[in-house]
């Protein structure tokens, strides 16, 4: 397909051979990034040009042996043949040498001749380059001239150096790629020859993925990104925006060097308009450019999202140097991943202006301003409007319908029937002609609206076509763009009674002719008859009525017309406040949660409507986890309450009044919500949003946002002045909302300049309690900003650091052991604490330690929070305690009064750590009373590891495990920190036994184990522990891979490495293999549950696991070869791999009737070098070795038809073929027949499902919707 001859090259007439050479010329210095402003070309070949067809002259060095070999080449270009004599006469007309050959001597330069009828051998290449040097040998008698001739071959070859070239050669020698285009005039043609693009300040490009407020540009701005992005090998960029706006123009400009800087090359294009039925198809095509392995640009035009998103999995995929652009007109919701998306808004009405004056000489000012109006900045519009106004017309005085009314007759007669045919086919957003199942065809109901008959319309179809208001994409058809199509409905909604409308749409219709016109009716919020229809449909009884019953399709449509009134849209949802399960239709349990919860967040754009959408919102939110990262509804409802971005125009005290109901409603989970969205507010660094402000046609911002510091101010001092007064009023929330306000306070500071605000904040919250994480924060302030600040502000940001310093040890030690902000602790410069974090906070323990008061101040936080240094603070009490039985007490009093899921215990094992240092026999009494303690049995394994574990500590935890009132899950903290390493063999097994012999505790052990004989060498490791290894192997329950079970695979892998030794480990790993085998058999597993372990057995033990796998009898070999050669295992991580062939083969010859075939279907026998496939080394010797190659082949050859794929399924059979075609020279006879027929199968099948999929591709890519 992209492939160029020489012949081709013969084929091109004199102009296109010379344009080439420029074309090519120009290709290679955009390559080495050089201007192309040095190449100069063009005029008639046999004109008097002087001996020279093309010029380069650039001042950058050029490669000398490539085909531009100096900074000045000239470039003789000929169709015909050159030999010996024409070459002379050539260079030496009238026997003297031309001038412009000797300007390229002095300049010690490069002369070229071509042509394109010439195919030389070396011979006379060697001929034609001496007459060439005979030539200028009197002129140039030191060789400084640097001569060439390249003959059609050499210039096919150069082709492809380009391969976007080579569509252009064969359009010009008449044989295109169907529907493919290089570089060129993508758009429709213009009236005038100067297709000029014009641009100007106004921002109308925006950087959808860029998740910023400042996300708009203007056009130059936003090429020059675009360029930036696609200059990058495996990019993808979307362009969307309405139709007609010019986002064909745009991409066009992107490769024009007289826009902007950095143009792209134009040989390194290919494009393609979906409406022209391109093939191959758009995602073939990019497979085979992927192949070619050079940066190239793929551009589709009219693409779906769903094509999008497959071609960009293509496109940026692990070797890709293909960069993609889609474009569409149809601007949707989702995000593509992997994309940048930018979205084109309408011309100014100047650029419009501009663009009618340059290509309409006959139109004044006065009619380019008129057309300029009524178009919108729709460029389509405007030019298809200017065409039909004629030379003497005077079209100042039109009204808007008038130019309607000349815009669809275009110089044509008044035709009614072509008016009311388009009129219907715009009532859908799009219709198939497809006229081949009569009864069910969507012309057939269309036309009946406008009683037509299926060819009459099918007719007016085509005219609307000619006349550029219909779109088309294979069998489908639009009326575009939709501000003509929306106009066209409207009228039709007015001259076709309701009842017919809903009798077609909603009885005699398909489905997808349904959504279609829903969909068009969404873009008709104008439309009072729409208001109607939609009334009807959502009251109470009818089939939009209920919310609750929706599926697919229902939800489809409420979707399409919600636009048309949002508040009874609403109304219609808040209905399921009546029923009793309005539980789990405000869920996540809800299939359709996320299409409610976006369609929600559109609705409250409105501020009338957002408490309403808000409260339904919220009991969404209320339903899902908190860290939840999936289409998260949190995430969702937190975008709305930023100051930018936040898609509602809803004000700052609306949104409060959300924020504080959640907070005062006494329920945690409300209450957590609450303070989520209280942090978004006080945001003032970082605003992202993900969601798109499309909703129908209606005209919608991002959202309120402040118009200048006055706004801003007022914002954040709302939200400020709020948390504050939380603080103030101790509520329950207040060290939350303090710990939110320390987060944003820098951000406050430098980038909302909230001086004097936060000045007053830090005063009130001071005056009230210690805030220590305000203290850090307001630090990393100086730290980090102060630079640039005026000596005001620092002096002021240090007279708050001694407000907000503690006052007290109580403060202090909360500093250290309980701040959030533990990065920033080492802004901290007290003179009486030690620089050292863990040292500071066990000095503070030190200094507590006999102060009661102190502590039982501390203990509510302390037992409750979470803090780095809490367990080391904890330690320095028990150490300088002089009554460490009455501490002791006082922290399990204060434990017990606390909810057992709040607990934290960190400070009761620093306490023991410290006293087994100071009064062992106490700690050990501790211990020994924790045991049976209701309060800390459970968490006893915590307690004992906070000292050394010695023999005692191992009775202990003998005794918890019987005992058992500790979760047997607690036991794996006994891994951390080696603790056990010194512990004889007999007690570490007696340990690990009792806890293997619990519910789930063989996990335990083995996750306990592996870390201890982790690093080990094998000899290190005893016999005892080594056999303990091998029992907790054996006994392990694979049901247990039911579900997720992180790292279990290494762990009982690298057991099986270390402990399974000598002939019990042999014995072993036979009963490992086996119950492995049982449990894929019956499907309990999956190998990729066990990939490590059996690479282990696999390498350990070969002969076993070939035995076990592959040895058994035939039915039993079915599931296991299914397994493997299903699996995800790629060549280097299949088990077998791991095997040496010689072993392997040795193995086969015991029972290869079933060995053979077994490992056939197993095995990966292929592998890639390079980039190149080949047989590996073991499939060819179980092919060539085998008793029955034959059947090896047919076994093996199931993996060239794979059974999921990303892609094209052709395309991955294709790779193949060479495997196959291989074994066509295989000494083996039977070998080589069976290869030469199975290729022309397998070729013949490729074609086969090439042609499926281009069918399927065609179906899905040509729909507009």
């Avoid at 295992?1129 to 040496?1140: A, G």
């Avoid at 990303?1206 to 495997?1219: C, D, F, V, W």
Wanted: charged content about 25%.
């Amino acid at each position: 397909m992209l492939e160029i001859t020489g012949q081709d090259i013969g084929s091109l007439d004199d102009t296109n051979l010379r344009t080439l050479i420029g074309l090519l010329c120009e290709a290679e210095l955009y390559k080495v990034n050089i201007a192309t402003m040095g190449v100069t070309y063009g005029g008639d070949q046999n004109a008097a040009d002087g001996g020279i067809d093309v010029r380069v002259e650039v001042s950058a060095p050029l490669n000398e042996d490539g085909y531009i070999p100096r900074s000045t080449t000239g470039f003789q270009v000929k169709k015909p043949d050159m030999p010996r004599r024409a070459i002379l006469q050539e260079m030496q007309p009238h026997g003297e040498l031309r001038e412009v050959i000797k300007e390229l001597i002095s300049k010690k330069g490069a002369y070229i001749i071509i042509s394109s009828q010439g195919s030389t051998s070396d011979t006379s290449l060697a001929n034609r380059r001496l007459a060439m040097r005979n030539a200028i040998q009197e002129n140039d008698p030191n060789g400084y001239l640097k001569i060439d001739f390249y003959d059609r071959e050499r210039i096919a070859n150069w082709v492809r150096m380009h391969p976007a070239l080579i569509l252009w050669v064969r359009d010009k020698i008449g044989n295109p790629i169907q529907g493919w285009k290089g570089f060129g005039t993508w758009t429709h043609p213009t009236v005038s020859d100067n297709n000029e693009y014009f641009s100007d300040e106004h921002i109308r490009l925006y950087n959808v993925a860029s998740n910023s407020k400042n996300n708009g540009s203007s056009i130059l701005d936003g090429i020059n990104d675009m360029r930036a992005i696609l200059s990058k090998p495996g990019s993808s960029i979307r362009l969307v925006g309405l139709s007609g706006v010019g986002k064909t123009r745009l991409v066009q400009a992107l490769f024009e060097k007289e826009v902007g800087e950095s143009a792209l090359s134009p040989s390194q294009v290919f494009y393609a308009d979906l409406g022209d039925a391109p093939l191959p198809d758009p995602r073939n095509f990019a497979e085979r450019l992927i192949t070619l392995k050079k940066p190239l640009i793929l551009i589709v035009d009219n693409c779906p999202p769903n094509l999008h998103k497959r071609l960009t999995s293509l496109c940026t995929s692990t070797g890709s140097l293909i960069s993609l652009l889609t474009i569409e007109y149809d601007v949707k919701d989702d995000q593509p991943e992997e994309t940048e998306v930018f979205r084109l808004q309408p011309s100014s009405k100047e650029i419009i202006e501009k663009i009618i004056l340059n290509q309409f000489y006959h139109i004044t000012n006065a009619g380019a301003r008129l057309i300029a109006d009524f178009s919108g900045g729709n460029a389509r519009i405007a030019i298809a409007l200017a065409k039909v106004i004629k030379r003497d017309d005077d079209i100042s005085r039109l009204r808007d319908s008038d130019l309607f009314e000349r815009l669809f007759q275009q110089r044509n007669k008044p035709d009614n029937t072509l008016l009311k045919a388009a009129e219907v086919c715009s009532l859908v957003y799009s219709f198939s002609i497809d006229t081949s199942e009569s009864e069910q065809n969507e012309l057939t109901l269309l036309g009946s609206l406008a009683s037509l008959n299926v060819n009459e319309l099918y007719a007016q179809t085509g005219e609307l076509k000619r006349r550029d208001l219909v779109q088309q994409r294979g069998n489908w058809r639009a009326v575009l763009p939709p501000v003509i199509a929306n106009r066209l409905a409207d009228k039709a909604l007015q001259d076709i009674p309701s009842n017919l409308i809903n009798n077609s749409f909603l009885n005699k219709s398909s489905d997808r002719l349904k959504l279609s016109f829903f969909k068009r009716l969404g873009l008709l919020h104008n439309s009072e008859i729409a208001k109607s229809l939609i009334k009807d449909w959502l009251s109470k009884n009818s089939f939009l009525g209920d919310v609750e019953k929706f599926g697919d399709v229902e939800v489809k449509l409420f979707l399409h017309i919600a636009p048309i009134n949002p508040e009874l849209v609403l109304s219609t949802i808040e209905r399921i406040f009546e029923k009793e399960s309005q539980a789990l239709f405000l869920s996540r349990e809800n299939p359709y949660f996320r299409e409610f919860s976006q369609l929600l967040r559109h609705i409250a754009y409105d501020d009338s409507l957002f408490e309403r959408s808000i409260l339904i919102l919220t009991n969404f939110a209320l339903s899902e986890k908190v860290d939840e990262n999936n289409d998260s509804i949190r995430r969702l409802l937190k975008s709305m309450f930023y100051i930018y971005l936040s898609g509602t125009h809803a004000s700052a005290e609306q949104r409060l009044k959300i924020i504080s109901n959640l907070i005062y409603s006494n329920q945690e989970d409300k209450i957590e919500l609450g303070l989520l969205l209280l942090s978004a507010t006080l945001e003032a660094w970082h605003f992202i949003s993900f969601y798109t402000t499309e909703f129908g046609a209606r005209m919608r911002d991002y959202g309120w946002q402040p118009k200048n510091k006055e706004e801003i101010s007022n914002w954040y001092d709302i939200f400020l002045e709020y948390s504050v007064e939380l603080i103030s009023s101790n509520h329950v929330v207040a060290s939350k909302v303090k710990s939110i306000l320390a987060e944003k306070l820098r951000a406050l500071w430098s980038k909302a300049y909230m001086h004097n605000e936060i000045e007053v904040a830090v005063k009130t919250i001071s005056s009230h309690s210690s805030w220590n994480e305000g203290l850090i924060a307001v630090k990393s302030i100086l730290k980090f900003d102060s630079k640039n600040m005026s000596s005001e502000l620092i002096s002021k940001l240090e007279e708050l650091v001694i407000i907000l310093e503690p006052k007290n040890i109580v403060e202090k030690i909360k500093l250290y052991t309980l701040s959030s902000r533990n990065f920033y602790l080492d802004l901290l410069d007290f003179e009486d604490v030690p620089e050292n974090l863990n040292a500071a906070a066990q000095l503070l323990g030190n200094q507590a330690a006999n102060q009661n008061d102190i502590l039982y101040k501390l203990l509510p936080e302390l037992l409750v929070e979470h803090g780095l240094r809490i367990f080391d603070f904890g330690k320095g009490l028990a150490q300088a305690s002089q009554a460490p039985e009455a501490i002791w007490d006082i922290l399990l009093r204060e434990l017990q009064s606390i909810s057992e899921n709040k607990r934290n215990h960190q400070i009761l094992q620093g306490f023991l750590n410290g006293l087994f240092e100071s009064n062992r026999e106490l700690c050990n009494n501790y211990l020994d009373d924790a045991l049976t303690n209701k309060t800390l049995s459970k968490v006893f394994p915590l307690l004992q590891i906070s000292v050394v574990i010695n023999k005692k500590a191992i009775e202990r935890l003998e005794n918890s495990l019987i005992i058992g009132d500790a979760p047997i899950w607690i036991y794996n903290n006994l891994a951390l920190g080696r603790m056990l390493d010194d512990i004889d063999d007999d007690s570490l097994i007696s340990l690990l036994k009792k806890i293997a012999s619990k519910t789930d505790g063989n996990e335990v052990a083995i996750h306990i184990l592996s870390l201890l004989t982790h690093g080990k060498k094998k000899e290190e490791i005893s016999k005892k522990v080594a056999l303990l290894g091998q029992e907790l192997i054996v006994n392990i329950p694979l049901s247990i891979f039911l579900r997720p079970v992180q790292g279990l695979d290494y762990k009982i892998s690298e057991m099986i490495k270390y402990c399974f030794v000598d002939e019990a480990g042999e014995r072993n790993a036979w009963l490992v293999a086996k119950k492995i085998f049982s449990a894929l058999s019956n499907g309990d597993i999956y190998i990729r549950d066990l990939e490590d372990t059996l690479k282990t057995l696999a390498s350990a033990y070969p002969i076993i696991f070939l035995d076990t796998f592959f040895g058994k009898s035939e039915e039993a070999n079915d599931y296991i070869e299914l397994s493997f050669s299903m699996s995800d295992l790629d060549s280097s991580s299949n088990p077998i791999s791991l095997i040496k062939d010689a072993i392997i083969l040795q193995w086969c010859k015991s029972n290869p009737e079933v060995r053979e075939l077994a490992l056939a279907s197993a095995i990966i026998p292929y592998q890639f070098t390079e980039n190149q496939i080949s047989w590996t080394s073991l499939a060819m010797n179980l092919i060539e070795n085998s008793i029955d190659p034959i059947a090896v082949l047919q076994k093996i050859k199931r993996k060239f038809r794979p059974m999921s794929w990303n892609g094209s399924r052709a395309a991955k059979m294709e790779q193949y073929i060479p495997l196959i075609a291989i074994l066509e020279s295989n000494k083996n006879h039977v070998i080589a027949e069976w290869s030469s027929q199975e290729k022309l199968k397998f070729q013949s099948e490729i074609l086969t499902e090439r042609k499926s999929e281009e069918k399927y591709e065609k179906s899905v890519n040509e729909r507009f919707e």
